[in-house]
């Protein structure tokens, strides 16, 4: 079982930075390929970035691409987004996840490919 909390969440003014961190707790972390979604009220969960459990692939929405990096450190059993450039319309809440596929080496971008989740963290930017 894997438990998963997001940090680093809060209110930025447009074209600021966060960095959000997402700390998993189960010694098997490391070895699942992991992603950030985002939701906002009333539309569905949207993929923004993953990456395979080695760190060797990542994969972005076009959305975010260029402005948006995901990375991990298994040593910490941790996963990170760091947000650059950031938008109004960036704002939602965000949530980690990951998947029970061990040393997969690829990436999954739907939310029902994953298994564990965390409970999200608010990202707000003002314009």
């Known amino acids: 079982q894997v438990q998963l909390v997001e940090s680093g969440g809060g209110l930025v003014q447009a074209g600021g930075s966060l960095r959000l961190s997402c700390a998993a707790s189960g010694r098997t972390f490391s070895s699942y390929p992991a992603g950030w979604f985002r939701q906002t009220p009333g539309k569905e969960r949207e993929f923004v970035a993953a990456?395979?459990?080695?760190?060797?692939?990542?994969n972005y929405a076009n959305s975010v691409k260029g402005r948006f990096t995901i990375s991990r450190d298994n040593a910490k059993n941790a996963l990170y987004l760091q947000m650059n450039s950031l938008k109004p319309e960036d704002t939602a809440v965000y949530y980690c996840?990951?998947?029970?596929?061990?040393?997969?080496?690829?990436?999954?971008?739907?939310?029902?490919?994953?298994?564990?989740w965390g409970q999200g963290t608010q990202v707000t930017v003002s314009s």
């Open positions: 990456i395979s459990w080695s760190d060797g692939t990542t």
């Open positions: 996840a990951a998947r029970n596929a061990r040393y997969y080496s690829g990436t999954y971008y739907r939310p029902g490919e994953y298994d564990y």
